[in-house]
């Protein structure tokens, strides 16, 4: 017991002081995050949740390590029925990494239900075992977008239960030239459905793909922090 050292910050939590349950957050997911020793909101969650918790569209503009990754989980899950084995989120990443980071997050904060499948379905990996995996079904998948539009070609990733769509890293997604590609995989998706945008800067392509493929989102644009 030693009551003079006060608790060590977390470092990503550039502490906004405003703790997660004054979110519309299920019991169960709430419990979670406190196991998971989050205990104040980011200031892009801070941001983005209340306007994302409601339904909403999003476009975001926040740099790495900001907390993105739960900014666009929570929505999702509590969009999420763990009792339909179905897809219904997808969220596309510009790299392999990336998409690798992200899964392992996801399946962090799901942990508040034991039965909620997330597949990551990269480039670099055969087809063969992705397509078994699906033929099992998920409820979530990760995604670069070449091998999402792959599997939708081949008939082996089925989109009709998909409620929300996420682009992550959008700025990156365009410099790599995945534009087509994630064209093609929005059309792929229901037109009733939530779209979250995420990225670190707001090129021209970025006002396109919002354009495009979102509804009245709200944007939300932190400044630089040093
Ligand atoms: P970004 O996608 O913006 O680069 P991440 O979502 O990967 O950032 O988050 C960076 C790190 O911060 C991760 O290790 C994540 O677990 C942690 N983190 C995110 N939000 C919180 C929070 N509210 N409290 C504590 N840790 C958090
Ligand atoms: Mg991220």
Known sequence: MNKTTPPAP???AAATGRPFNELPLSPALLANLQQLEYRTMTPIQAESLPITLA?????AQAKTGSGKTAAFALPLLTNLNPRRFAVQAMVLCPTRELADQVTQELRRLARFADNIKILSLV????????????EHGAHIVV?????????????SLKLDALNTLVLDEADRMLDMGFYDD?????KHCPAQRQTMLFSATYPEGIARLAQKFMRKPQEVKLPEQH
Not at 55 to 59: E, K, P, T
Not at 123 to 132: I, K, N, Y
Not at 182 to 186: D, K, P
Request: hydrophobic share 35%; proline share 8%.
């Open 182 to 186: 994630i064209a093609f995989v929005v």
């Open 123 to 134: 480039g670099g990996s055969t087809m063969r075992p992705q397509r078994d995996s699906l």
């Open 10 to 12: 977390t470092p990503a």
């Open 55 to 59: 339904g909403n569209d999003l476009i």
């Open 143 to 155: 995604g670069t977008p070449g091998r999402i539009m792959d599997h939708l070609e081949r008939g």
